[in-house]
């Protein structure tokens, strides 16, 4: 029988990258995590969703297919109370996706399945539902009750893989978001600069030429930062550029090993994975 999924533990499976620390690894990131292919949307947006889903598979799929960085958007819903409030969304009009408690769940049975694999959470966007400001308090408390066990504290991140291993069983993943005065803590690492082409409408052609530029002159090392590899068509909508990504981040291609996350929709249907697997093992050897 073969392995459905041959990357759900790639990071634990793969000894050599244990010398380095989180920001020298290259990260396969889902890129609107929360809306996916498999989520129940009301009949009314079904016909609509080529324009807003950029997954094919929900939270623990992604995990499983090797994804270490989920890029996430959350609104919170006045009409609810606690984690019920907090879902993800994709558009102007708040499209709703999967919930926060089950990104929690997600989580938590991967984690407890594979305690070894780290796990990138990217706060994009918290937006406020109906022009009604997000709760951060809530939220925080939220996060706090559920992942705070499991979250690496800023002042470790330029510990290595081993090192973190060592110190914590349990603490496999960094939140990273931006600073608002009910949402800080000394767990949360600063937001993720994301590097896209400033356009809705990106062709693949123009999406290449905007890779190409920013990795001319990519971002500090000693940081994460978000590389927008998505191409979305006025017509289409989000946009499968697999084989794209196959070949512009193939191991010939050279463009890989500059990036710090690698932020894709469909990524399960790429090889990036792989890619970012391949690239790191080779970095932890180097690594004296």
């Known amino acids: 029988m073969t392995n459905k999924y041959p990357y759900k533990n790639w990071m634990s499976a793969t000894s050599s990258i244990d010398k380095l620390t989180l920001l020298e690894l290259v990260w396969p990131g889902a890129h609107n995590s929360g809306v996916d292919y498999d989520f129940p949307y009301p009949i009314h947006v079904q016909p609509a969703s080529h324009w807003f889903v950029c997954q094919d598979g929900p939270f623990i799929q992604q995990l499983n297919e090797g994804v270490r960085v989920l890029d996430l958007r959350f609104h919170s819903d006045e009409h609810w109370l606690g984690v019920k409030k907090f879902h993800t969304f994709h558009g102007y009009k708040l499209l709703r996706g999967r ?16 305690p070894d694999e780290f796990v990138v959470l990217d706060m994009h966007e918290l937006k406020g539902l109906d022009e009604q400001h997000f709760d951060y308090k809530g939220f925080h408390e939220a996060i706090m009750s559920e992942l705070g066990e ?29 600073w608002h005065p009910d949402f800080t803590s ?8 994301s590097e896209w082409s400033g356009s809705d409408i990106t062709s693949p052609e123009e999406l290449r030429q905007h890779i190409e530029r920013t990795l001319n002159n990519p971002p500090h090392k000693n940081t994460f930062w978000s590389l927008s590899a998505t191409s979305y068509g006025e017509l289409a909508g989000v946009k499968r550029i697999t084989q794209e990504l196959n070949k512009w981040f193939g191991p010939d291609s050279g463009w890989a090993p500059k990036c710090s996350i690698i932020s894709a929709d469909f990524i399960g249907a790429t090889q990036l994975v792989s890619y970012c697997r391949e690239i790191n093992f080779f970095r932890g050897l180097r690594k004296t």
């Open 150 to 178: 499991r979250l690496i504290p800023l002042k470790n991140q330029y510990l290595t893989l081993g090192a973190l291993k060592k110190m914590s069983s349990l603490q496999r993943i960094v939140l990273a978001g931006e």
């Open 186 to 193: 000394p767990l949360y690492w600063p937001k993720i600069r």
């Open 99 to 114: 919930s926060l408690s089950e990104l929690f769940k997600s989580l938590d049975f991967f984690l407890n399945e594979n």
